[in-house]
């Protein structure tokens, strides 16, 4: 069969696959009717090793955007390729599943990533989980506070200085650049960044480099950035705090991890892990009923740093039995008392008293939509057997 036939026989086949045509001839009509079919782009000989190269890159683009696209599209949970990499974000939330498949996706390729999300979120475990999937794995991960580093040693540490630069420069210093060289660099907190050194930033992502103080030659690097902050970059671009166009170099990819108020479904499985964390598998201890539920009602503005540091705290106190509300923090209690407290000085809604098997099928499913979904968790709190729970539900037209 000739090309086009062959490129109708791909796309019919394998719809998702993206294809290439090359030829020797340069007819727009030929190219035309290619590109109609589904070809992504026609390319006629001779051909450079660099324009096929750049295609390439080109049509594998594409089709990461048409999957991170679909991830958002699709009802089912997302299912993780590189399994072992996200292993150390613990989560049952379904947006946080959707948010992890689309980090592997942008993972496949060096497209710069911007990580936004409260304090305590875990963007640094996303990034070097992203890290962890890419072609990058196996070569250095530099993780960078840009907070921590002071303005006046922003280059030195950064580009790195010759031998006699400045004053106490007394030897060559290979900055965090060259450290990195093919590996992937995180840069923590990118909204401190000195509005003078953003321009300098830019430079390496836009042309891979950088001149070395000291020196005058400019030097290449190949690294891969993803950049994380928990600053509102709109509005620092809008008050003249961070240039525009590394606004946009940066958010090549856009990753915003939700709080932990927002996926509370969370909670259960991360104090098992943080319990096991910190007890050992043998060791490990049960959660009472009260204790989930006093923890729901909590806003957690610590996110899921607070958590762990709150179980670490509440074991020091448990012993052998159970974590209990009564060992929990009083910050955590006095928010679920308020909460009580603001539930019951509602006014009660004026409708007809219901049956008694309504009000125990509207409270199940309140609590069970509240947990995610989880049945284990659901059970806990409702404080019944998760058998029980299972045929209630099963009743309520619920497998």
């Known amino acids: 069969m000739d090309g086009v036939t062959l490129l109708s026989e791909i796309k019919n086949t394998s719809p998702d696959t993206e294809c290439l045509m090359i030829s020797a001839l340069n007819e727009a009509r030929l190219a035309v009717e290619c590109l109609k079919k589904g070809a992504y782009d026609y390319l006629t000989k001779p051909i450079t090793r660099d324009d096929l190269v750049s295609a390439v890159k080109r049509a594998l683009e594409r089709r990461r955007l048409v999957q991170v696209l679909s991830v958002g599209k699709s009802r089912q949970p997302p299912r993780l390729v590189n399994r072992e990499a996200f292993l150390p974000i613990v989560t049952q939330s379904e947006k946080m599943l959707r948010l992890l498949k689309e980090a592997e996706l942008h993972a496949a390729s060096d497209v710069p990533v911007l990580i936004t999300g409260e304090s305590g979120t875990g963007k640094d475990l996303l990034a070097r989980a992203i890290h962890a999937c890419s072609p990058r794995a196996a070569l250095p991960f530099t993780s960078i506070n840009v907070a921590s580093v002071a303005d006046s040693l922003f280059e030195a540490e950064f580009f790195g200085h010759a031998k006699g630069a400045f004053t106490g420069a007394d030897r060559e210093r290979i900055g965090f650049l060259e450290t990195t060289h093919r590996g992937t660099l995180f840069l923590d907190e990118i909204g401190d960044l000195p509005y003078e050194f953003q321009g300098k930033l830019l430079r390496v992502l836009q042309d891979g480099e950088f001149i070395k103080l000291g020196t005058s030659a400019a030097r290449r690097v190949d690294i891969r950035i993803i950049a994380a902050t928990n600053m509102d970059l709109e ?144 059970a806990r709190l409702l404080d019944i057997g998760l058998n029980t729970l299972r045929r209630k539900l099963s009743s309520y037209g619920i497998p």
């Open 235 to 378: 509005k620092l671009r809008a008050d003249k705090q961070f240039r525009n166009d590394l606004y946009w170099r940066l958010k090549g990819a856009w990753l915003h991890i939700p709080p932990l108020r927002d996926r509370k479904e969370d909670i259960f499985i991360l104090m098992q892990s943080f319990l096991r964390e910190f007890r050992g598998r043998e060791e490990a201890i049960g959660i009472a009923g009260d204790a989930l539920a006093t923890l729901a009602a909590y806003d957690f503005p610590g996110n899921v740093r607070e958590l762990r540091s709150l179980v670490q705290a509440s074991l020091n106190l448990v012993g052998a039995g159970p974590l209990t509300k009564k060992f929990l923090p009083p910050q955590v209690l006095a928010a679920a008392a308020r909460e009580e407290k603001s539930r019951l000085s509602r006014p009660p809604e004026a409708e007809a008293p219901l049956p008694l098997a309504q009000v125990e099928r509207k409270h199940i499913l309140r609590v069970y939509e509240e947990t995610g979904r989880n049945k284990l968790q659901t």
